[in-house]
């Protein structure tokens, strides 16, 4: 395993833990089934992408997007964010505050469909299907990005963000707010009834998890340096809900665990897969690829059949104090 | 029976005033023109064959659902516009007719998320960590294990409330609806399929509520039940109020004897 590789595994690996801590807050603990999170990491990364780079007049020209304000890090980590918690405050006002839960989650999908779309085609947009090449990675004016030592600093920076994203998430999910939340997940008429606003609730978790979404994307697209529509389908929403699934929805060490199992190890491992000569000629081009939707599909189906609470369920919350459980 | 005295002059003017409430689904008039006043201090029964609309008069009264008309006046405050959030907040708290528990919280979690003035309940609150909330949390668990001892619960507070009996759950939301403070209880058949033993239990409870000046409004299909607990009993048939006084002097009345009492 060469250092490339090391790297690309943990930068990967950070921003999958990152975008299950924010699916997780709402989706695992507040019930929100956002199929439209992918769309809160793409705008994070594409505001990321123009706030870091020169306008697009540079290099000849090649390419059109809107912006570029060659703006120092980490200001372009931080406008991802706020563009993911911004993008959160019309999507939320649309779609949580009159529509039945199912209904939700239709429209969030619809969402993810129509804003692919609308960036393919909006070509002088943020660069339309081709997307946006030679994002200049984060401090790339004061440190030469091709050496390994810059590699492992932004290893360094990615885990400083996973700490940052996982403390938020913590404080969260464990304090009174966090019952709140759960209590909404649970039955939200009833926590209407005991002075909850479900509305506020989720318009809240929704932004939260919008801005921790767009952290992410700022991150990724510093490191691949490019970003298109075609990184940001609909189906990566599913990877990420098949990790919170596996792992353990409501729990942060689940949405870890979760980002660990299907995102990174199971990617990763299928993707030796279709390294390996032998296995990659088997059957028609484009194959073991499909199959590693069915399996994600599978995972997701098995999981909820068999072990619907995933590996690492969410814990019982027992006070100090309290009488210790009768054993029934 | 100190409190109740106390609150006597209170008893003066009624708790909750709802008036000409209409709540319509598309054709069927659920409730049609209803007007009814709560005492304070008292336990308040509505009764009614299936269908009268006593269900969502409650919930219209709570605010859980939009009134289509009509004005409801509680403690003094028009409170006709007022979400049922907010409703909850100043005191005016309803139970469900069907198990209404948070599943996967615990029982004392299920009492401890109805808490107002916990200053780790809003998201900033959260971010500002354990230190900023805990004396609160103390306070609060404290308060909710109170309420447990008192409702012979205090053995199951870590067990999550979806495993409790459906009677055990009953118990869960009227100490859920108390650790609001609330002034007005709203109960929507708290005995419905609840084991006898608890029903007498819950029939002491509120006893014990009323006689701490806790006003209540009950939607209760037993009719020993009410009454042995109720104060006064309101009579509804086919969304419109057909009486009220006491249930004895209810049986006297020809017409809500043919429209229920009887059939």
Redesign the interface.
């Known amino acids: 395993m060469n250092t490339y590789y090391a790297v690309n595994l943990l930068v990967y690996a950070g921003v999958d833990i990152i975008a299950c801590l924010a699916l997780n807050l709402q989706f695992g603990v507040s019930g929100i089934v956002n199929f439209s999170f992918i769309v809160f990491q793409a705008v994070g990364a594409y505001a990321a992408a123009v706030l870091s780079m020169p306008p697009d007049t540079a290099n000849g020209g090649f390419q059109h997007y809107i912006g570029g304000y060659e703006l120092p890090f980490p200001i372009p980590w931080l406008g991802g964010a706020i563009a993911g918690g911004l993008l959160a405050i019309p999507v939320g006002f649309v779609v949580l505050r009159k529509l039945r839960s199912d209904y939700q989650a239709i429209a969030l999908l619809v969402l993810s469909v129509i804003a692919n779309a609308v960036i393919t085609n909006a070509d002088k947009f943020l660069g339309g299907a081709a997307g946006i090449a030679l994002v200049p990675p984060p401090l790339s004016d004061r440190i030469d990005p091709n050496t390994e030592s810059y590699q492992y600093l932004y290893v360094g920076i990615t885990a400083v963000c996973v700490v940052i994203a996982l403390v ?1 998430a913590n ?2 999910v ?7 939340l ?2 909404m997940r ?2 939200e ?10 509305v506020q609730l989720k318009m ?2 929704f932004i ?1 998890g919008g801005l921790i979404a767009g952290l992410s994307g700022g991150i990724l697209v510093g490191f691949i340096q490019v970003w298109a529509p075609s990184v940001w389908l609909y189906p990566e929403t599913i990877i990420l809900f098949a990790a919170i699934i596996v792992g353990g929805r ?1 729990n942060n060490i689940g949405a870890i665990l979760g980002a660990l199992l299907v995102p990174v190890g199971f990617e990763e491992i299928t993707r030796f897969l279709n390294n390996s000569p032998s296995i990659a000629n088997l059957g028609p081009p484009g194959l073991i690829p499909a199959l590693q939707w069915v399996a994600i599909g599978l995972l997701i189906i098995g999981f909820l059949w068999f072990r619907p609470e995933g590996v690492r369920p ?1 814990s ?8 210790v ?2 054993d029934r | 029976m100190l409190a109740a005295t106390e609150l006597a002059p209170a008893a003066e003017r009624p708790m909750l005033v709802a008036s000409d409430i209409h709540r319509h689904f598309e054709g069927l008039h659920a409730v049609d023109g209803t007007s009814i006043d709560v005492p304070a201090g008292k336990i308040t029964g509505l009764i009614g064959p299936n269908g009268a609309g006593k269900s969502t008069l409650l919930a219209v009264l ?1 605010g ?1 659902l939009p009134a289509t008309s009509g004005t409801i006046v509680f403690d003094g405050e028009d409170v006709t516009s007022s ?4 409703r ?2 100043h005191g005016l ?4 007719q069907l198990p ?7 029982v ?3 009492l ?3 808490a ?1 003035k ?1 200053r ?4 900033l ?6 230190s900023y ?1 805990i004396e ?2 103390r306070r609060l ?1 404290q308060q909710a294990r109170a309420l447990l001892k008192r409702f012979g619960m ?2 199951k ?4 409330a979806g495993t409790m009996s459906g009677g055990q759950k009953r118990l869960i939301e009227i100490m ?2 108390l ?2 403070g609330p002034r007005l209880l709203l109960l929507d058949e708290p005995m419905s399929g609840v084991h006898p033993k608890i029903v007498l239990e819950i029939q002491h409870y509120l006893e014990d509520l009323r006689a701490e000046g806790l006003t209540i409004l009950m939607v209760e299909h037993e009719l020993h039940m009410v009454e042995r607990l109720c104060d006064t009993v309101v009579v509804m048939a086919q969304g419109k109020v057909i009486g009220s006084g006491t249930m004895s002097s209810l049986r006297r009345q020809r017409e809500i004897v043919d429209a229920y009492l009887v059939g």
């Open positions: 938020v404080r969260i464990n304090s009174p707010y966090g019952r709140s759960r209590a649970e039955r008429l009833a926590a209407t009834a005991i002075g909850k606003n479900p809240t978790i939260v409501g969410e019982r919350r027992v006070f100090e104090g309290a009488p459980r009768e | 709570a859980t979400p049922a959030y907010k909850a907040r708290v309803r139970t469900f209404s528990e948070f599943a996967r919280l615990t004392l979690e299920n401890l998320v109805a107002p916990n780790g309940d809003t998201l609150g959260a971010l500002r960590g354990r909330w609160d949390e668990v205090s053995a507070e870590s067990e999550y859920r609806a650790m609001l």
